[in-house]
Structures are given as C-alpha cells and as structure tokens.
C-alpha cells in the first residue's frame, strides 16, 4: 500500500524558513515523482515542486529561487526547504507520488494533479506578517 506522510508544517514569521518532508512507502523509489501542492480554502490547489526519480526538479514561479526541493533515497523521503517565506506562501501542503511514470509523460513538470496517483494527508504551513 503506497503511503506519503507530509510533516514539517507549522507558524513561521515572514522571512523565516521551514523544511516539509514527505515520507514515502509502498513503491520502490526508482520510478516515480513526488510533487508538492498546496492549496488555501476557497481556491484552486496548486503546484509548487517537483522532483523526479532520475533527479529532475520543477518549481513553479512563486517557489523559484526560494524553495529547494530534494530528496533522500536512503529514508525515502522527499523535503521541501521553504527559505523567505511570504503570508502569501500561507496554505495546506499537501505531496502527491506518481509511479511508475508513465510512458507518455510525467504530470510532474507541468504540475497537473489530476495526474498524480497519491496522495498524502495536508501539513498546515502559516506564515505571520
């Protein structure tokens, strides 16, 4: 049973940092995508990072040159550090896991949800201006 269990989230002043994790079981982690999304009450979810089994990472416009996306093979585990983070950055996090790719093109780049095949419980991230 493919499980994901996002952690990390919490209240951080604007400016601060934090670190999300996405531990992940059930699948082998030689073929697959882990992406973040987030979303606030009341809007579209939407997709901030992205990282691929053969390394390849994505974020979108408002994560670029802010947030670092990794992942540790060894733990399973996927992070996302959040550096300069703004009120606006406030939301539900949440990691979804697409494996085994599929052959006609990862959703991972293009941060299309409907794509990703699971999905972990949300971690709360407030950011305090």
């Known amino acids: 049973e493919v499980q994901l269990q996002a952690s990390g989230g919490g209240l951080v002043q604007a400016g601060g940092s934090l670190r999300l994790s996405c531990a992940a079981s059930?699948?082998?982690?030689?073929?697959?995508?882990i992406g973040w999304f987030r979303q606030v009450p009341g809007k579209e979810r939407e997709g901030v990072s992205c990282?691929?089994?053969?390394?390849?990472?994505y974020y979108s416009g408002s994560a670029k040159g802010r947030f670092t996306i990794s992942s540790d093979y060894a733990k399973n585990t996927v992070y996302l550090q959040m550096n300069s983070l703004k009120a606006e950055d406030t939301a539900v996090y949440y990691c979804?896991?697409?494996?085994?790719?599929?052959?006609?093109?990862?959703?991972?780049?293009?941060?299309?949800?409907?794509?990703?095949?699971?999905w972990g419980k949300g971690t709360l991230v407030t950011v305090s201006s």
């Open positions: 990282i691929n089994s053969r390394g390849n990472t």
């Open positions: 979804a896991a697409e494996t085994p790719l599929p052959h006609w093109g990862s959703s991972c780049p293009r941060f299309d949800d409907r794509g990703m095949d699971y």
């Open positions: 059930g699948f082998t982690f030689d073929d697959y995508a």
